[in-house]
T-cell receptor, first 114, second 111 residues
Framework: GAGVSQSPSNKVTEKGKDVELRCDPISGHTALYWYRQSLGQGLEFLIYFQGNSAPDKSGLPSDRFSAERTGGSVSTLTIQRTQQEDSAVYLC????????????FGPGTRLTVL | SQQGEEDPQALSIQEGENATMNCSYKTSINNLQWYRQNSGRGLVHLILIRSNEREKHSGRLRVTLDTSKKSSSLLITASRAADTASYFCASEETSGSRLTFGEGTQLTVNP
């Protein structure tokens, strides 16, 4: 079946602009996660959704970052007033039930802030 | 954020040889998962081992878990050039559902 999909695959933006990154999880998966991978920080957790609620958003680095999930499916990660340090690959993962389950990752969105 | 540790950071071997990667983590866990990453993009799930398991096999992969030492190892037997990739361990803490990743091992298998 279809895996996790993310769009766009690449995004180049200017410092100060807002960006939206989209994630389509595997159908039927109730849990959805956002991570990011950068050269200096490695792979780090951002936020976790169970259904449409986010019981753990402790990884969001600043209030410029927000995310929502609608219909228990698609999620959007929004970064406002982008900074150069936001440049990274943003990875989305989904899991059938959440805790204890395998997390399946999408191909990622490479964000470059000029 | 807390990161696990992996060693070696880089490993270069010949086709047919075995590759062993080690991982340490810091907290109590539900499970530990191993992933492969090619070209710095999506992570491919390899194997999940639960905290009450000590060893697990999948094809040419063998994973061990020692919760008393908070460590895990991934063994790839009879390696192939196509196994060339970065390998990450990721621990799921008992306090939640997030994964905490190790720094990764870059494996190069020479034909």
């Amino acid at each position: 079946g279809a895996g996790v999909s993310q769009s766009p695959s690449n995004k180049v933006t200017e410092k100060g602009k807002d960006v939206e990154l989209r994630c389509d999880p595997i159908s039927g998966h109730t849990a959805l996660y956002w991570y990011r991978q950068s050269l200096g920080q490695g792979l780090e957790f951002l936020i976790y959704f169970q259904g449409n609620s986010a019981p753990d958003k402790s990884g969001l680095p600043s209030d410029r970052f927000s995310a929502e999930r609608t219909g228990g499916s698609v999620s959007t990660l929004t970064i406002q007033r982008t900074q150069q340090e936001d440049s990274a690959v943003y990875l989305c993962a989904s899991s059938l039930m959440g805790a204890g389950g395998t997390q399946y990752f999408g191909p990622g969105t490479r964000l470059t802030v000029l | 954020s807390q990161q696990g540790e992996e060693d070696p950071q880089a490993l270069s071997i010949q086709e047919g040889e075995n590759a062993t990667m080690n991982c340490s983590y810091k907290t109590s866990i539900n499970n530990l998962q191993w992933y492969r990453q090619n070209s710095g993009r999506g992570l491919v799930h390899l194997i999940l081992i639960r905290s009450n398991e000590r060893e697990k096999h999948s094809g040419r992969l063998r994973v061990t878990l020692d919760t008393s030492k908070k460590s895990s190892s991934l063994l790839i037997t009879a390696s192939r050039a196509a196994d060339t990739a970065s390998y990450f361990c990721a621990s799921e803490e008992t306090s939640g559902s997030r994964l905490t990743f190790g720094e990764g091992t870059q494996l190069t298998v020479n034909p």
